[in-house]
């Protein structure tokens, strides 16, 4: 203590030195990056902050999640630079400004994934891949998602959503929508796109695998134990052991006739293109697969049943919809119709799922979801479903209710039949729109470019925006910030422009399976205003959670399930 001060005077000297230290630090942090401009430009680095040295703006960023970009938009623009994990980011918000980042790939910017996804996911990915190699893999992929092949996953897909449905509207209790979602939705990637024989146990044990390999995705890059990485690689190599036994054998079998899912569309697409893929390029194209369909699908379709919860006239329009094209539809008289009387009731006020004991009793061996290893294999939790008799009013696959179902069901859906449902299209638009699954996207600067009056140094991140873009996008001829198909209609789309809607992403990385996502939800809407109504379990709707995909905080979207009864549909 210097001589001759108390040590409060003391205390107050050291706390104005340690602020000028750090003010001084700030300055020279905020410095060093003005210097890192290039000098080759004569155009500005872009407005905003770069936080403080070494964090940046990481923090700040992590506490307020959407608010820090819309914060920071309103004050510096639709472009603005700052600093998050560890590199400088340049934020880009707005259609034309995305239009040059997303037709600027392997030009102006090239995609950018962290080191873990890379480790984890491997590098025979298309998510990896780049220049050539991108297009090329992009050609083999593009046959998964075909028309033929749509075509051909469509009625699997519509039986394995009927399916879970069905088990939603006969659990007693809430359902937490999210991780229902997710489990509706690893069902279709396993069964349909990877044509795995999956036992319910399997079942339960890949899916568990596969969430413990997402949720270590985003991990620092250190392989050492008990760290995210290394939990993610463990996860990696038991999906991996099990994928190369399911590939082995549909190798083996090679049956030219049974090549009606994604992994034989890969295999047959590659040696189209005069390629032949390893066994190791077939199991990461397959995990990458169910990467690609399983978080994303399952948040769009939370956001889906949330909205569609928030807006009941949309439900009765889609209904009005599906009547119109003969695609809703009421048996007259159905042998199960007791059950259907008295399924809700009863299922809420028992411990356990109500079943029809005719239906149990003649039809236990289809107990098993869609796609089961063993038919016969009877789960004890598994509801049955009935097949009625070809004299019955209620035979024919539009009928072929599940025990304790309404009879009211959607009949079997094709591709041409959903193009007919315009509505609907308008309103799986507007899902996407209001709540697109991912954010937005990064790239990386391959070279110095101008965007919106200012420079964008090369090597610098560049992160653009698809909910910012779409919430601040001044074409449509209703607010953005309301929830509007109609704004979708074909009387009003005519200024929409092509990158002020851009959900799926766009340019040479717009997102390859967007056809089969989008036929998923359309799917999941029909199956659900036709057979089922459900209600908030909670007294008030959950916070949204933006980053890094769309969900309810906490898994907090709670709701009950009923199963519509005859008479029901248009007053419910």
């Not at 509207?169 to 979602?181: K, L, N, R, T």
């Amino acid at each position: 203590m210097p001589v001759g001060l108390s040590w409060p005077e003391a205390a107050t000297l050291a706390l104005l030195a340690l602020a000028l230290v750090v003010i001084l630090c700030r300055y020279l942090w905020a410095l060093r990056w003005s210097l890192s401009r290039d000098r080759g430009s004569a155009l500005p680095l872009p407005r905003g902050s770069m936080g403080w040295p070494f964090f940046g703006e990481t923090l700040h960023w992590l506490l307020q999640g959407s608010h820090f970009h819309s914060s920071r938009r309103e004050k510096y623009g639709n472009v603005f630079k700052t600093h998050l994990l560890g590199r400088p980011v340049v934020r880009v918000t707005g259609a034309e400004n995305i239009r040059k980042i997303l037709l600027g790939e392997h030009t102006l910017v090239s995609t950018q994934w962290p080191q873990s996804i890379q480790i984890i996911l491997g590098s025979h990915t298309l998510l990896g891949s780049i220049g050539d190699l991108h297009r090329q893999r992009r050609k083999i992929l593009a046959r998964v998602f075909s028309r033929a092949a749509l075509e051909c996953y469509l009625p699997r897909i519509q039986k394995v959503v009927s399916w879970e449905l069905r088990g939603w509207c006969m659990e007693p209790g809430s359902i937490a929508v999210y991780s229902s979602a997710k489990t509706l939705t690893f069902r279709i990637a396993a069964r349909i796109l990877l044509g795995l024989r999956l036992e319910e146990k399997q079942f339960k044990d890949l899916a568990k695998t596969f969430e413990q390999l997402v949720e270590n995705l985003f991990s620092l890059p250190l392989n050492i134990p008990f760290s995210g990485l290394r939990k993610g690689i463990k996860a990696r190599n038991m999906l991996h052991e099990f994928m190369e036994k399911a590939i082995q054998e549909k190798l083996q079998r090679n049956n030219p006739e049974d090549h009606s899912d994604a992994l034989d569309f890969i295999i047959n697409s590659a040696k189209e293109h005069g390629k032949e893929f390893t066994i190791q390029e077939l199991k990461e194209s397959a995990i990458e697969l169910i990467f690609a369909a399983f978080f994303t699908t399952a948040s769009a379709s939370t956001s889906l049943i949330l909205l569609l919860l928030k807006h009941p006239s949309v439900i009765e329009k889609i209904r009005q919809e599906l009547l119109s094209n003969e695609m809703y539809q009421q048996c007259e008289s159905c042998p199960v119709e007791h059950c259907l009387d008295t399924l809700s009731t009863q299922s809420r006020d028992s411990k356990r799922p109500f079943t029809c004991p005719m239906a149990r009793d003649a039809h236990e061996n289809q107990s098993q979801p869609p796609g089961s290893a063993e038919a016969g294999c009877h789960q004890p939790n598994a509801l049955p479903e009935p097949t009625f008799p070809q004299s019955s009013p209620c035979a024919g696959s539009q009928l072929r209710a599940p025990s304790g179902q309404s009879c009211r069901r959607p009949s079997d859906i094709s591709l041409e039949k959903l193009s007919r449902l315009r509505y609907l299209d308008c309103v799986i638009k507007e899902v996407l729109r209001v709540l697109p699954p991912v954010s937005g996207g990064y790239r990386t600067a391959l070279q110095t470019f101008e965007l919106d009056g200012y420079q964008i140094p090369k090597g610098w991140s560049v992160m653009y925006s698809i909910r910012d873009t779409h919430e601040t996008a001044a074409v449509y001829q209703s607010p953005p910030g309301g929830f509007d198909p109609d704004r979708f209609s074909a009387t009003q789309t005519e200024a929409v422009g092509r990158f002020h809607y851009i959900p799926f992403g766009g340019g040479v990385r717009s997102c390859i399976g967007k056809e089969l996502a989008q036929a998923i939800l359309k799917l999941l809407a029909i199956e659900l205003v036709s057979t089922a109504r459900w209600e908030l379990a909670t007294p008030s709707y959950p916070a949204m959670q933006t980053v890094p995909i769309v969900h309810p905080v906490d898994d907090g979207l709670q709701l009950y399930f009923y199963l519509l009864q005859p008479g029901q549909g248009r007053e419910g």
